[in-house]
């Protein structure tokens, strides 16, 4: 079973900020937060990961909740090229990919 | 250059014939990784290759088999295969198999199997 639980699906304005959560009840001390996107038709890209502080990266930046349970990924300014399913894992280099947030995105 | 390569794109084969499938990456990484994905499904996780041998199973069946004959190269050799096998394959690389190095993925082989 995945050990993430994220929203089916979202939708975002363009040019407005966009906050994706991830619960990672589950997760051990050792467990880096990992988040991929998939475009259609392409392979996952990396986006971001952290361990336990926040995480800034030209594409997003990922907030991690103090007790290290539930995580979000933030776009700063949505764009149509940013629609995608977003995947939170959380573990080791083993991934369990959950099943991911569609991320729509309107013009 | 972080591109992982996969060829072909696409692979129509009967359940009767042996093909397979190639990645490539050319980045200095040491951990290459076969997933499944299904059509809406998310990937699983199928074979981690470390230093060029095979770490970890996630219990494949044996018409599967995996090979790294170098530390650029990963094969998937396709024998016998049913059609619920019809999925897309994807390799990916990283640094090594450590939590804290990120994933790079190729685009993946579309297979179908008739």
């Known amino acids: 079973d995945a050990k993430t639980t994220q929203p089916n699906s979202m939708e975002s304005n363009e040019e407005e900020p966009v906050h994706l959560p991830c619960n990672h009840s589950t997760i051990s001390g050792t467990d880096y937060i990992h988040w991929y996107r998939q475009l259609p038709s392409q392979g996952p890209e990396y986006v971001i990961h952290?361990?336990?502080s926040n995480v800034n990266n030209r594409m997003a930046s990922l907030a991690i909740a103090e007790d290290r349970k539930s995580s979000t990924l933030i776009l700063h300014r949505a764009t149509l090229r940013d629609a995608a399913v977003y995947y939170c894992?959380?573990?080791?280099?083993?991934?369990?990919f959950g099943t991911g947030t569609r991320l729509k995105v309107l013009a | 250059d972080t591109e992982v390569t996969q060829t072909p794109k696409h692979l129509v084969m009967g359940m009767t014939n042996k093909k397979s499938l190639k990645c490539e990456q050319h980045m200095g990484h040491r951990a290459m990784y076969w997933y499944k994905q299904k059509a809406k499904k998310p990937p699983e996780l199928m074979f981690v290759?470390?230093?060029?041998?095979?770490?970890i199973n996630e219990s494949v069946p044996s018409r599967f088999s995996p090979e790294c004959p170098n530390s650029s190269l990963l094969n998937l050799h396709l024998h016998a295969l049913q059609p619920e096998d019809s999925a897309l394959y994807l390799c990916a690389s990283s640094r090594g198999t450590v939590a804290s190095y990120e994933q790079y993925f190729g685009p993946g082989t579309r297979l179908t199997v008739t």
């Open positions: 290759y470390s230093y060029e041998k095979l770490s």
């Open positions: 894992i959380s573990g080791t280099y083993k991934y369990i």
């Open positions: 952290g361990l336990t």
